[in-house]
Each structure stands twice: as C-alpha cells, then as structure tokens.
C-alpha cells in the first residue's frame, strides 16, 4: 500500500518506520521551508508549491491509496483537494476542528466533556471578563499557533494584562484566556480509532512537563480514580465518534484529586504515546497506519510498565544512551536549545521501578531530578 504523509518531522518518521514491516511504501509532502532530515531515506519528499496543480503533487506521491498528517496546523484549503484523490485520514473536518484551541472547546462543551474553563479574547476588553472569572495568574493561550508551550503568556498582574494587551495581534478569537489550574498530575489518554468504529484505549499515561515541554511520561499511570479512566475514555471516544475519526488521537489532561478536565486534544499521534513503541504491543504508530489503511488494529495492552524519556536540546553522544535495557529513538535533527531530537524507551515489570530508572537517566543526561 502506498501512503502519503503531510510533514516530514520525527512523527512521519516513526509512522513510516512502523508502516514499512507491514509491506507500506511511503511518500512525504513538506512545506517550502521544512526540514525534511527525519525522513530522508525513508520515500520521495514532495514539496508544496504555489502554482502546481494538487493532480500534479498526487503523482508526484506515488498516487497513494491514502494520506495521513503528522500535525493539525495545515491550512485546510490546502489539504482538502487531496481529499478528492484519496481517504485523508484523519479527516480533514476533524484536523480542522482540532487545530484551532476555540473550536476544540466549542467541542468538547457541546459533546459535555470536562474541560479547563476559557473566555475566548476577541479584544482587549474581554482580558476584564477573563480577570474577573480567573483571577491570577492568567493563563493566554493563541488559538491557532504554538507547541510546546510556545505561543502562551502567563499574566500575573493588571500591568501584565496591559503589556499583553498593548502586543496582541487581534483579530477574531485569537487567543483563549485559562485560569491556572491547580492539578496534581497530567494525564493523557490515546486511542486508535478504524474506519469501521473500532476504538482501542492504551493505559493511561502519565506526564511530566519541563517548560511547557514534555520531559518523561509513565504508563500506566497509577491510582487514578477508575471513575475518571472510564468518564475520559467515554469522553475521547464521544470525540471520535462526532468527528467520524480514523487514526490516532491523544486527551491531555488535568487531574486533581477524582476531578480531571481535558487540556487539549492532539488529532494525531503523540509525544505521550512513544512509549509504545518497544512494550510488546501495536504501537501508536503501527495502530495509527493500519486504522488509516483500515486494516484491524493491534493490541494496546501492556504487560508491566513502560517509560519515555524526551532528548530535548542538547547535544548527545547517542551510542552513550545506548546500555542493554534502553532503547533510543534518534530524529536525525539539528540541534537547537530545547528542540526534541529523540527519546528514550524502557521497560520494567512495575511502574517504581520505571520511574526509578527514568528519573537516574534524567539525572546523568540533564544533571538534575
Ligand atoms: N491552564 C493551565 N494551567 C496550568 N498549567 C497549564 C495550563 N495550560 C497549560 N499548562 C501547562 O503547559 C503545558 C503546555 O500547554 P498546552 O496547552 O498543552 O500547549 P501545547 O500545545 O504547547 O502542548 C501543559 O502540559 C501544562 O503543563
Ligand atoms: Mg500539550
């Protein structure tokens, strides 16, 4: 089967690396700018181009009998078209519903999933609302850029709300206002979805952030409230459901106590879901490629405990990471301060002993705990 990636970064890469033992040949689609280094190798790399008819970048593709992305921010008008050659899994609705923070919220309150409340900003004046409703530290969240934390402003005070004011690009709902959720711990839930409806969970995982930057993640995630695992599983497959999903798609959530709220929804595979890639079942990636094939999906259970260590920034001697229990996943990136160049899988028969070991190799990498 051929198939066509939008995206050429690490998540095209390891979905490529899992659809190729299943007999899938690849194609990559990049914007102008993209570095296509992770992928190189691994199929042709068709660039965008203004002026190129889409049957002229199909053919280029190989004609695939499928595209999938790798990220939601892609302008749907581009992506559309594609949609009359060929399935784009997941559905170009759904990326579009997913990829602008309002229109996710919309979403979820009218499919009644917990959610951390917002106040949409459409001008200066509605930061009042938001202070009144929340309080400080407010957090300003842009609607449709950012990852990693980036594109986000916490305002501490009125003279933090009038500088954030003063710099907004304003244009209609630009950002979301947030209050500062208190939570004890981020827990993000990842399901498959098939064409034909199946839906298949993997344990909850739980995450660590550093910066707004995902650090380490731990499945599954330990005593959470069973009434919290089936009210969110119940909630993504809702979501999935509405949107007529086809692929993988990842819950970040809040968790306090037996409250949760969901943070935000990633209409693809996820940081928080690598682990699966070396824990004895189908991983996020081998699920996502054979749901959007609509081939059956693989199990998604763990036996023990698995763990995820993100390689954010800094320059590695990767052979170093590499001791008999470890397995390294390496992007073939340049290095830049914070930019995630590859992660770290183990395994072990309990969660305290995953942990135990991720947080020494957090300590001989980054030289803290
Ligand atoms: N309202 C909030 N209150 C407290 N922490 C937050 C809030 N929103 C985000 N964060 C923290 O920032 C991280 C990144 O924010 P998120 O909304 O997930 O954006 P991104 O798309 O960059 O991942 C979260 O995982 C969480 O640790
Ligand atoms: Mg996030």
Not at 58 to 81: F, K, N, S
Not at 213 to 232: D, G, R
Not at 321 to 341: A, E
Request: aromatic share 8%; charged share 20%.
């Amino acid at each position: 089967m051929q198939v066509a990636i939008l995206g050429c970064g690490q998540l095209a890469r390891m979905m490529a690396l899992a659809g190729i033992p299943m007999g899938m040949r690849f194609s990559f689609l990049a914007e102008p700018d993209e570095d296509a280094s992770p992928v190189n190798g691994l199929g042709p790399i068709v660039t965008l181009r203004e002026g190129v008819a889409v049957e002229q970048l199909y053919r280029e593709l190989g004609q695939p009998e499928v595209m999938t992305v790798e990220r939601e921010q892609i302008e749907v008008a581009r992506l559309q078209p594609f949609s009359e050659l060929c399935p784009v899994y997941p559905p170009v609705n759904a990326l579009y519903q997913c990829q602008n923070r309002w229109r996710q919220k919309q979403m979820l309150m009218s499919l009644e999933v917990s959610h951390t409340p917002c106040v949409p900003l459409r001008e200066a004046v509605d930061l009042n609302t938001a202070t009144d409703r929340f309080g400080f530290p407010l957090v300003i969240k842009h609607t449709e850029e950012g990852y990693d934390g980036k594109a986000q402003w916490r305002l501490h005070n009125d003279q933090d709300v009038a500088a954030f004011a003063q710099q907004a690009q304003w244009r209609e709902v630009s950002y979301l206002a947030e209050p500062t959720m208190n939570f004890e711990r981020e827990v993000s839930f990842l399901a498959a979805r098939s064409p034909q409806g199946d839906i298949r969970f993997y344990p909850p995982t739980e995450n660590v952030h550093r910066s707004g930057v995902l650090l380490h993640s731990v499945a599954p995630a330990q005593a959470l409230p069973a009434s919290i695992a089936e009210q969110a599983q119940a909630g993504l497959a809702r979501i999935q459901e509405h949107l007529e999903y086809v692929g993988m798609m990842a819950m970040e959530c809040f968790v306090a106590g037996d409250q949760w709220w969901v943070n935000e929804l990633a209409p693809r595979v996820h940081n928080s879901g690598h682990w699966t890639m070396q824990a004895g079942l189908a991983s996020q990636f081998e699920n996502h490629m054979r749901a959007v094939a609509g081939w059956p999906l693989g199990s998604t259970r763990l036996q023990g405990a698995a763990g995820m260590l993100n390689l954010l920034g800094i320059p590695l001697d990767q052979k170093a990471l590499l001791t008999d229990d470890v397995s390294l996943h390496w992007y073939n990136k340049s290095v830049r301060p914070g930019r995630k160049l590859g992660h770290l899988i183990l395994q072990d028969a309990d969660v305290q002993a995953v942990r135990q070991r991720l947080l020494a190799l957090n300590e001989k990498i980054y030289g803290d705990s």
